[in-house]
């Protein structure tokens, strides 16, 4: 008669499968303190350098991978059509500023005109006085015979003459008063041309200063392109300047994990390339998710949904004082891990 198979090894093999299930299911569905992401990089605002004008290169300073330092020049436009420009611009601004202060002067000069035609008026007025009482004279002794017709035709001629030389000087003086708004109409127009000058004599200066390319801050250069003799247009590329020193990681984090994060939550950064664990901080929290942002909005039009877990991509800083720093560079792979136990984020 066979002995029967013992039941305790079915029983055991169930126990671990069970385990095994519960153990899955708990590491799934248990909440944790830590929330982990493998969908994270390393990156940083880069500033990509191009030139403002159109020239040749002359120079580049610079080469691949190499560290500069804010205000260190990176390459050169070759700058003599600029220089002419700025010394044409300077001496139209010369012309101008000699015209207005020509008109300027003229307008400060007129008070005195006006002042020698009163004068002048004056004067006029006072000899048609005398010719007319003159004329008056001669004319009564004209009449009594006292005196000849020829004298009395004099007298008459000369109060005619004062008469004319008072009208010329009244109107000497009429044209001295309106040439006053003249002149200030011509000053303004003067001024505004110098103005014009002026802003021209600006622009080429800095249009001169373009020919110049440095760095606006600290940084490593990458991406060059640029090639001394090369004809370079405004807006054109020529190499970027990554600060090396703002680098911070972007997590993209599926929803759920955003639960219980918030800034300033402890995060254990792996970084692939060196194997290395860094220490780290949650900077911020994106205010939406990268498809928000996108060109075609994920909008459903039609009767079908398939939901799908969105990411956001949480900023996280390197605490500083890590000697591993040094050694990152941007996008490379990372593996972060957020501790959110202090912190409630829904709450919060």
Not at 153 to 175: F, G, I, Y
Request: glycine share 4%; no cysteine; hydrophobic share 45%.
């Amino acid at each position: 008669m066979a002995r029967p198979r013992p039941v305790w090894p079915w029983i055991v093999g169930a126990v671990i499968v069970i385990g095994f299930i519960v153990v899955v299911l708990v590491i799934i569905f248990a909440p944790s303190r830590y929330v982990w992401t493998d969908d994270a990089y390393i990156t940083v605002h880069y500033t990509t350098i191009a030139p403002r004008i159109s020239g040749p290169l002359v120079a580049v300073a610079v080469t691949d991978n190499e560290v500069v330092h804010q205000g260190q020049l990176l390459a050169a436009i070759d700058d003599r059509d600029y220089r002419a420009a700025l010394a044409q611009a300077e001496a139209q601004l010369r012309s101008a500023d000699a015209q207005a202060e020509n008109v300027a002067a003229e307008l400060d000069r007129q008070p005195s005109l006006i002042a020698q035609a009163q004068a002048q008026l004056g004067s006029a007025n006072a000899r048609f006085a005398f010719a007319e009482l003159n004329e008056t004279r001669y004319r009564d002794a004209a009449a009594t015979g006292a005196d000849t017709y020829q004298d009395r035709q004099q007298a008459d001629m000369q109060l005619r003459q004062a008469r004319a030389e008072v009208e010329n000087d009244t109107a000497s003086l009429n044209a001295a008063d309106q040439q006053v708004p003249v002149l200030q109409a011509q000053l303004k127009a003067a001024q505004a041309v110098a103005a014009a000058d002026k802003a021209a004599t600006t622009q080429a200066r800095l249009d001169l200063s373009y020919t110049r390319l440095v760095a606006p801050l600290d940084g490593m250069i990458g991406e060059l392109s640029a090639q001394m003799g090369n004809y370079v247009a405004p807006g054109a590329a020529l190499m970027a300047l990554v600060p090396l020193k703002e680098i911070y990681v972007e997590a993209n984090y599926r929803e759920p994990a955003l639960k219980h994060m918030q800034p300033g939550d402890h995060v254990r950064i792996h970084v692939d390339a060196y194997d290395v664990v860094l220490d780290g901080v949650v900077d911020s929290i994106p205010p939406s998710s990268g498809a928000a942002f996108s060109p075609i909005q994920p909008n459903n039009a039609t009767g079908n949904f398939t939901k799908i877990v969105q990411r956001l991509p949480v900023k996280i800083v390197f605490l500083p004082g890590q000697k591993a720093l040094a050694a990152l560079r941007m996008g490379m792979s990372v593996e972060t891990t957020v501790d959110t136990s202090s912190s409630n984020g829904a709450a919060h």
